[in-house]
């Protein structure tokens, strides 16, 4: 079992910087990939992006690419979500995810086996 905590959330304007952390704990989690996830009420769960085991691969969805940045310290059991140039639509619960196996994909949220208890990200204007 791997116990994911997210922290780091917050309120911050149009514009500002917030940088997510996810600590994990349990059984070793570094062989697989691990991604940021965010959903707002009503809606599904969003893919925001994801990185490989060893952090050499990153994924993105296009409304982050370029704003965001995932990266990993393996030795730390940490993940985390830099985020720049927030904007309103940024406005979300943030989730931490990890895959319990090295197969399968990584956009959907039905391909984690492990979630965090998420963290609100608020973007005033």
């Known amino acids: 079992q791997v116990q994911l905590v997210e922290s780091g959330g917050g309120l911050v304007q149009v514009g500002g910087s917030l940088r997510l952390s996810c600590a994990a704990s349990?059984?070793?989690?570094?062989?697989?990939?691990m991604g940021w996830f965010r959903q707002v009420p009503g809606m599904e769960r969003e893919f925001v992006a994801a990185?490989?085991?060893?952090?050499?691969?990153?994924w993105y969805t296009d409304s982050v690419r370029g704003r965001f940045t995932i990266s990993r310290d393996n030795t730390k059991n940490a993940l985390y979500l830099q985020m720049n140039t927030l904007k309103p639509e940024d406005t979300a619960v943030y989730y931490c995810?990890?895959?319990?196996?090295?197969?399968?994909?990584?956009?959907?949220?039905?391909?984690?086996?492990?979630w965090g208890q998420g963290t609100q990200v608020t973007v005033s204007s």
């Open positions: 990185i490989s085991w060893i952090g050499s691969q990153t």
């Open positions: 995810a990890a895959k319990s196996s090295g197969t399968g994909g990584l956009y959907y949220s039905y391909e984690y086996d492990y």
């Open positions: 349990g059984r070793t989690f570094s062989a697989n990939a």
